[in-house]
T-cell receptor, first 112, second 116 residues
Framework: NAGVTQTPKFRVLKTGQSMTLLCAQDMNHEYMYWYRQDPGMGLRLIHYSVGEGTTAKGEVPDGYNVSRLKKQNFLLGLESAAPSQTSVYFC???????????FGQGTRLTVV | AQTVTQSQPEMSVQEAETVTLSCTYDTSESDYYLFWYKQPPSRQMILVIRQEAYKQQNATENRFSVNFQKAAKSFSLKISDSQLGDAAMYFCAYRSAPNSGYALNFGKGTSLLVTP
């Protein structure tokens, strides 16, 4: 039972490069979320999805895109990475009617 | 969006003692959930305790308990008999309404240091 799995766990990018973070869940979660965590800022919501084929903006969506083509996967894309996107990224999932969000182990991204 | 405020960036407690972490929130909703998450150095987000707003009884999980004051919009976490393994960052979180996908709104966190 893998739960919520993020790939990769670490990544270093150069400014202007693009990349995709993958979040995969095997818990049949309807809702999925991408957060970023910065020192002294807590976790802030980037984008979320309430079901397959749906996405919506969170608190800090600029510079990111997402897709939910399959229920079990939620992808976070950076088209042109900037140093301000250096952060730890967390994916989470939750079930309809559920009260708990389950988090992945996080991805530490450094943009130089 | 609902605002969650943790006013203590850092707290320290001696092993076996009790510590209380503070959290306040702002909402116009009457039914909602509140959570405390623990984040140890491993970075994993671990659910410590949850509280349903319509339940007047404060939630308890072993050494962890909350003081939920709905009218004051206050949700503090009490850790009894503190252990070295309790050292971590603690986040208070509010679960948003369905139209925001039930996303969690987090406070900025409180770093808890446990001294021998």
């Amino acid at each position: 039972n893998a739960g919520v799995t993020q790939t990769p766990k670490f990544r270093v990018l150069k400014t202007g490069q693009s990349m995709t973070l993958l979040c995969a869940q095997d818990m049949n979660h309807e809702y999925m979320y991408w957060y970023r965590q910065d020192p002294g800022m807590g976790l802030r919501l980037i984008h979320y999805s309430v079901g397959e084929g749906t996405t919506a903006k969170g608190e800090v969506p600029d510079g990111y895109n997402v897709s939910r083509l399959k229920k079990q996967n939620f992808l976070l894309g950076l088209e042109s990475a900037a140093p301000s996107q250096t952060s730890v990224y967390f994916c989470a999932g939750a079930a309809i009617g559920g009260t708990e969000a389950f988090f992945g182990q996080g991805t530490r991204l450094t943009v130089v | 969006a609902q605002t969650v405020t943790q006013s203590q960036p850092e707290m320290s407690v001696q092993e076996a003692e009790t510590v209380t972490l503070s959290c306040t929130y702002d909402t116009s909703e009457s039914d909602y959930y509140l959570f405390w998450y623990k984040q140890p150095p491993s970075r994993q987000m671990i659910l410590v305790i949850r509280q349903e707003a319509y339940k007047q009884q404060n939630a308890t999980e072993n050494r962890f308990s909350v003081n939920f004051q709905k009218a004051a919009k206050s949700f503090s976490l009490k850790i009894s008999d503190s252990q070295l393994g309790d050292a971590a960052m603690y986040f208070c979180a509010y679960r948003s309404a369905p139209n925001s996908g039930y996303a969690l709104n987090f406070g900025k966190g409180t770093s808890l240091l446990v001294t021998p």
